[in-house]
């Protein structure tokens, strides 16, 4: 007996980027790249491709390297390829912090980086990564393609700007400079699961002194969002254990937390407080 | 050479970790595929119920309609409380919980079932649900039966006299309340079932993940009006039970019946989905326990006001009254309570139906004592051990107030030892010092006592209409000298094929390899009533005793001819019949010439069955927990967890130590993590392993397992039963350690599962209340 019971969908698997994005002119098609989200979904007929169309076969999507003074991760780079550092200074060691916590192992060895981004899970690790890093989207169709910043990139529940028909066929994070630190919290109820709330700080120090910050909060409502006021407390200041409660503060009181089973508002409110201020210490600890 | 004792490897692992062990799904290909149209409400009148407007070759839509002649599940306790409810195989025209199966769809592949599944019909005019039993004990709240009017399916009560006069005069009473919220058991492989069709002697196959095929067999035939004989139940290898395949399923019934009707294979191997929401929940209970204490710290008195929530059906054949009524018998657990008062309530709801889960209602009973006897030393100025100390029961036997009888068994000794090893000052210490770092750690202890092995005359005082216990054995030996044991138990992961041909060896002088245990089949096996409620390795054990010194007996009068000696003066030992002057025969080459040679000796075969049916004994633990609480998040870690426990004589150290740390993680599921949720409509709210969340081999601790062996005298193996007792004692452990951690602030355990959001509510609420 079969297990898997998915509505019925039409199969593809191209072997060229055009040949997938011409596929997905058609009516209900779905990219499948490491389909750790999209297949159980399926199963359970919460997504119905009419047409699936798996990139795998594509071996020029396959890299995450330094292009054009960025790191360009291609729509086929697997989580687990971020365990060792894909860029040199804190960019990389960030994203070698933070994908010890996306999943579990075997999940990271199929799922990949653009995938998250395109799914867009609310307590994806990595959409709240690209946010504080500021990264770019690069979303290519069968008609030309165009870039989105994460600011626009994140519209809703599971939703992004993606169109029909296009692919993210590539994200791009800026390099960080040596004055550049970086924090990543997270609570979650059991490893591996998606986090009931996370925080992502990214600053630079200058002399002592904050001189740019971006914080990005997770797992808190129906997408991942910037702690805009958060941020603004931190610059110019040294970063006092004083100064950065009162960050964590900030988060906390400017965030409007979502409520589920797991986790009234007010509970979150209080692990965004909790994780800011841990990551904003990791961040800053010398 | 003594097999019982070692830690032998279980012969049940190789298969398994090849991957090829047979499930029942690995039986079901090939067949029919069964998917089950489930309600989406949890009240409501059908109004339409049809099939998808075009249905392929082949496939069948099932309903009530369809089977007319089948009755409903109506399991009996011969209480005058009682309210017999009935629960239909498929409901003719009302539902009762979400995910109750309404009809039946049969396709060729299951992605075609589930298609249908969609296409179908189903409309139902809502009802009025209740969920909680403070909704269903309401004034006015609607009736889920018409037979239980104010929705109490069950009572029990009883106030000894004296328990008011105790209570009034005391030095000190302590009142806890609390709430254990619903679980489910969660096996690895949920429930499942095919059903074959023998066109030549009209006979239906149903194998089955149960773990009480004899039982199932009963309950089908008699739910169907078919005879017994032409069903056969085989439990292959099953994925964990833990209680929650106990029961007598309405999908089963349909399977068999489909197979007689259609005269075809067909199946349903249940998805995570099902197991949430539709097999079986268990532990949504609510206690109030209140105890006199003298001024020593003495109980002069206790007594228990118990609720629980049984769902919307009566399990078969346990009944719901097995959480109610167990938790109302079994209160005092290991402590010299004199005078008992309790009030026991099972409450019908609009929710999937209550059965047993590893432990029963004795997780949450031990938590009730266990955090009152810690509150009560709080108020008292004892630490936890001392008050323990001074009311537990340490001479024996003892009668309890409940009218048991508590053999021999080590419950202060075990503790003693927990405490040695954990060294509390020194964790006073320590944990003094992280608190000034601003850290805070916990210990918590859990003492308790199981009741185990019984037979008979225990489910009879409950008064069941069917009562379960006895195991009987039927063991033979083949002309080529090996054993074989059938026994009517059924086991379900607890390596049960090791221990008892442990067992069987040492009385016939063989090595375990050389015994067969032949289990899960009722045209293989005697009848017998499952492996469940602790009982396997005592009641199997000692029907398996008792075959084998039988057997023993029938090679000693052959040996004894062959040596030209009497049975008196045979041994068995070392694969051999030995007799005076060393003189001796290979039990093999006895065993074939008994077979072949049969003129000669007069015996035609080396066949003998026994039975058991002893009176339950009782094993106990102590089991000690150190947590880290982080404040912030109101996470909790567990740092140490250590167990001291006597199961009487162990037959094998290793499974025995299995048992235990798989109870303790279910335990500490119970504690901090497992919660089935239902909205106010009664709708589930927890349908996937996302929203019900298990704990991983991550979130369990290493577990620190010694062993006490107080020789049980009231079994035959001097074994007691253990299976059960990891889940009973952790959650008051962890509880305790984490209100233990959280003392200075006036927090508090009240409700399991001690979840994050629950424990930083009540930090926040203690922080505030400090501020006022």
């Known amino acids: 007996m079969a297990a898997m019971k998915p509505a019925a969908f039409d199969y593809h698997a191209p072997a060229t980027l055009a040949g ?214 931190l610059i110019g200041a040294a970063p006092t254990d004083a100064v950065i409660a009162t960050a964590a503060e900030t988060a906390a009181a400017c965030c409007d937390p979502q409520e589920d089973i797991h986790a009234p508002a007010e509970y979150r409110r209080d692990l965004v407080r909790a994780m800011t201020r841990r990551a904003l210490r990791q961040a800053l600890a010398a | 050479m003594n097999w019982v004792g070692r830690a032998i490897e279980r012969f049940e692992d190789p298969a398994l970790l090849r991957g090829e062990g047979r499930f029942t799904a690995d039986v079901a290909i090939g067949a029919r595929v069964v998917r089950f149209l489930r309600s989406p409400v949890a009240a409501g009148r059908i109004t339409r119920l049809a099939p998808p407007p075009e249905m392929p070759a082949g496939a069948l839509f099932v309903t009530a309609a369809d089977m007319p002649e089948v009755g409903a599940i109506r399991p009996m306790l011969h209480r005058f409380s009682y309210r017999a409810v009935e629960q239909p195989v498929l409901p003719r025209d009302r539902v009762h919980f979400v995910g109750q199966p309404v009809a039946a769809i049969v396709a060729a592949s299951a992605e075609l079932a589930e298609d249908l599944v969609e296409l179908a019909t189903l409309e139902i005019a809502d009802e009025t649900a209740v969920a909680d039993f403070d909704d269903a004990l309401a004034p006015g709240a609607p009736t889920v039966h018409a037979v239980a009017p104010g929705n109490v399916v069950v009572e029990g009560f009883v106030r000894q006299e004296g328990v008011d006069a105790a209570l009034a005069g005391a030095h000190h009473v302590e009142t806890f309340a609390f709430r254990s919220r619903r679980q489910n058991a969660t096996p690895l492989e949920g429930r499942g079932g095919c059903a074959g069709y023998d066109r030549a002697t009209g006979r239906v196959r149903l194998t089955a993940s149960t773990q009480m095929p004899h039982m199932l067999r009963t309950g089908i035939a008699e739910l169907l009006g078919m005879p017994e004989a032409d069903l056969q139940v085989v439990a292959p290898d099953v994925g964990g039970g833990f209680g929650q395949k106990m029961s007598l399923f309405p999908e089963y019934a349909v399977l068999v019946w489909l197979a007689r009707r259609h005269r075809r294979d067909f199946a349903w191997i249940e998805d995570r989905n099902e197991n949430l929401i539709a097999s079986a929940h268990s532990r949504d209970q609510r206690h109030v326990v209140r105890a006199a204490f003298d001024a020593a710290g003495r109980i002069l008195a206790l007594e228990a006001d118990i609720l629980a929530n049984v769902g919307a059906f009566s399990c078969y054949p346990t009944t719901c009254a097995v959480e109610p009524l167990m938790a109302f018998a079994e209160y005092p657990g290991p402590y010299k309570v004199p005078l008992y008062g309790a009030r026991a309530r099972g409450v019908l709801t609009h929710t999937c139906p209550m059965a047993p889960y590893r432990g029963v209602s004795r997780p949450v009973i031990t938590f009730g004592m266990e955090r009152l006897m810690d509150r009560a030393a709080a108020a008292l100025g004892l630490d936890a051990a001392e008050i323990r100390r001074r009311n537990l029961v340490d001479n024996f036997p003892y009668r309890t107030a409940t009218g048991m009888t508590l053999d021999d068994a080590t419950y202060v000794e075990a503790m003693e030892e927990a405490v040695r090893l954990a060294d509390i000052p020194a964790f006073r210490a320590r944990q003094a010092a992280a608190r000034a770092e601003g ?14 092995g019984y037979g008979t005359p225990a489910f009879a005082a409950r008064s069941m209409g069917i009562v379960p216990g006895y195991e009987v054995v039927d063991i033979a030996m083949t002309p080529q000298g090996e054993v074989e044991a059938r026994i009517g138990a059924s086991p379900h992961g607890q390596g049960t094929r090791t221990t008892l041909a442990q067992v069987i060896a040492d009385r016939l002088g063989l090595a375990p390899d050389q015994v067969r245990i032949v ?112 404040a912030e998040t109101g996470g909790v870690a567990i740092l140490r967890y250590l167990v001291v426990e006597d199961a009487g004589r162990i037959l094998n150290p290793m499974i025995a130590d299995g048992q235990v740390r798989g109870g303790i993680a279910q335990g500490i599921a119970n504690a901090l993590y497992e919660e089935i949720v239902h909205a106010p409509d009664g709708n589930i709210l927890t349908g996937t392993l996302a929203d019900y969340i298990p704990p991983t081999s991550a979130e369990i601790p290493a577990i620190e397992i010694h062993h006490l062996e107080t020789i049980s005298e009231a079994t035959a193996t001097g074994a007691k039963g253990l299976g ?40 926040r609420a203690a922080e505030a209340k400090a501020r006022a």
Request: glycine share 10%.
């Open chain 1, 20 to 233: 997938a994005l011409d596929l997905l002119r058609g009516e209900e098609a779905r990219v499948l790249a490491g389909g750790q989200s999209l297949v159980p979904t399926m199963a359970f007929r919460m997504a119905r491709p009419g047409i699936l169309v798996d990139i795998n076969r594509i071996p020029a999507l396959a890299y995450a390297e330094k292009r054009d003074g960025a790191l360009a991760i291609g729509a086929l780079a697997r989580h687990a390829w971020f365990e060792t550092p894909r860029a040199g200074g804190p960019l990389g060691r960030l994203l070698a912090a933070v994908v010890r916590h996306v999943a579990h192992a075997p999940i990271r060895t199929r799922g990949t980086f653009c995938g998250s981004l395109a799914h867009a899970d609310a307590a994806s690790e990595w959409c709240a990564t690209v946010l504080a890093l500021g990264g770019r989207m690069r979303c290519a169709s069968a008609t030309g393609t165009r870039e989105v910043a994460a600011e626009e990139w994140f519209q809703g529940v599971f939703t992004t700007a993606l169109q029909p028909g296009e692919m993210l066929t590539e994200v791009r994070l800026p390099l960080l400079g040596p004055d550049w630190r970086y924090g990543f919290a997270e609570f979650s109820r059991r490893a591996g699961d998606f986090a009931l709330a996370m925080a992502v700080a990214v600053l630079r120090v200058e002399g002592g002194v904050v001189r740019q910050a971006r914080i990005a909060l997770g797992g808190i409502g129906g997408t991942p969002v910037l702690a805009k006021e958060a941020a603004l407390a």
């Open chain 2, 439 to 452: 850290r805070l750690l916990g210990l918590g202890l859990s003492v308790f006592n199981e009741r185990t």
């Open chain 2, 519 to 630: 289990h899960g089949d009722t045209d293989r096996t005697p009848y017998g009533w499952g492996t469940f409620a602790s009982r396997n390795a005592v009641i199997s054990g000692g029907a398996c005793q008792a075959a084998a010194d039988k057997l023993a007996e029938r090679l000693k009068r052959a040996a004894a001819v062959v040596l030209q000696t009497t049975a008196e003066q045979v041994m068995l030992r070392d694969g051999h019949a030995v007799g005076p002057h060393d003189a001796s025969i290979a039990i093999s080459a006895l065993a074939q010439q008994v077979h072949q040679r049969s003129d000669l000796f007069g015996e035609y075969n080396l066949a003998e069955s026994a039975s058991y049916d002893p009176p339950g004994t009782f094993s106990n633990a102590c089991h000690l927990a150190v947590v880290e609480v982080d």
């Open chain 2, 724 to 763: 059960e007792g990891g889940s009973i004692g952790a959650p008051a452990a962890v509880a305790n350690a984490i209100s233990d951690a959280l003392a200075h602030l006036g927090v508090d355990i009240a409700e399991i599962p001690a979840t994050p959001p629950r424990i930083r509510a009540l930090i």
